[in-house]
C-alpha cells in the first residue's frame, strides 16, 4: 500500500508547482515576461496536472508520411479492419466479466485487470509501468498522426502532459478537415492508434519468446556450479556440475 508520507509528498510537489505558477502568472512584476515564456515554450500547469504542446514534431511527421516505398494505406486498412474485429471481441469480454460480476459467478482467471501503482503494483516498479506507458501512448497517438497526414488532413501540432502519476500523448488535427473526410478514411484514422497498439504486443510477444535465444551468446553451458535445490529443514543447498 502507499505510505501516507508518499501521498504527502505527492500532494504537496503538485499543490507547490501549482501555487507557482498561479503566483508568476498574477504577479504585476513575473506576469508579462511569465506568461510569455510560458506561450512560447508551451507549458501549463492546472490541479494534478502539467501540459507541453509544441509544433516542432510535426516536419518529422510530414518527412515519414511521404515516404513512398512503405503502403500506408494498405498498412491502415488493416488496422481499421484489426480494429473493428478486436472492437467486437471486447465487447464480448466485457460483457461477460459484468454477467459474472451481476451473478456473482467465480473467474477462474482475470482476463481484465486493472494496474493500481502501490495496490496490485509495486512501487519499485511503477517507473518501468510509467516508461512502458509513455511508449505505448506516444507510438499510439504517431498512429493518429500518420494517418491523418496520409488522409490529407493538417496537423496542428502534438501535446504531452503528466496527470499526477500517469504520463500521456495527444495529437491535434483539424476537425474540419477530417469532418469533410469519408467514413472509412475517417475510419483509418480513428483505427490507427489503436492498430498501432497491436503491433506493439504482437512485436513484444515475439521479442519475449525469442529473448532465450537472443541471449544464448552471453551464457555458457556445462561450466562452474550453481544452485539445483535447497533442503526444507537444514537449508543448505545442494550444488552440482551445471549451467547458468
Known amino acids: 500500500m502507499i505510505s501516507g508520507s508518499t501521498l504527502s509528498y505527492f500532494f504537496g510537489f503538485w499543490a507547490l508547482a501549482y501555487l507557482i505558477d498561479a503566483g508568476l502568472s498574477v504577479h504585476p512584476f513575473t506576469k508579462q515576461r511569465y506568461l510569455e515564456l510560458r506561450g512560447r515554450s508551451g507549458i501549463s500547469i492546472q490541479v494534478l496536472q502539467a501540459r507541453f ?12 508520411g511521404n515516404v513512398d516505398w512503405f503502403p500506408w494505406g494498405l498498412w491502415f486498412s488493416i488496422g481499421t479492419a484489426f480494429s473493428a474485429i478486436f472492437m467486437c471481441l471486447s465487447v464480448v469480454v466485457l460483457s461477460l466479466l459484468a454477467y459474472n460480476t451481476v451473478m456473482r459467478k467465480p473467474i477462474e482467471k482475470q482476463i481484465i485487470t486493472p494496474v493500481m501503482p502501490g495496490v496490485n503494483l509495486p512501487l519499485s516498479q511503477v517507473g518501468f509501468y510509467m516508461l512502458t506507458l509513455l511508449v505505448c501512448v506516444v507510438l499510439h497517438e504517431a498512429g493518429h498522426a500518420l494517418a491523418a497526414l496520409r488522409e490529407k488532413v493538417r496537423l496542428h501540432g502534438f501535446g504531452f502532459f503528466l496527470f499526477g502519476i500517469y504520463p500521456g500523448a495527444y495529437v491535434d488535427i483539424s476537425d474540419s478537415d477530417l469532418c469533410s473526410l469519408s467514413p472509412l478514411r475517417q475510419l483509418r484514422i480513428y483505427c490507427a492508434g489503436v492498430w498501432h497498439n497491436g503491433v506493439i504486443v504482437f512485436l513484444s510477444l515475439i521479442l519475449f519468446h525469442a529473448l532465450p535465444w537472443l541471449l544464448v551468446p552471453a551464457y555458457s553451458t556445462n561450466r562452474g556450479v550453481g544452485v539445483v535445490s535447497v533442503l526444507e529443514v537444514m537449508h543448505i543447498p545442494v550444488v552440482c556440475n551445471t549451467s547458468f
Do not use: A, S
Open 53 to 64: 504542446f509544441t509544433q516542432k514534431l510535426n516536419p518529422f511527421f510530414h518527412r515519414l
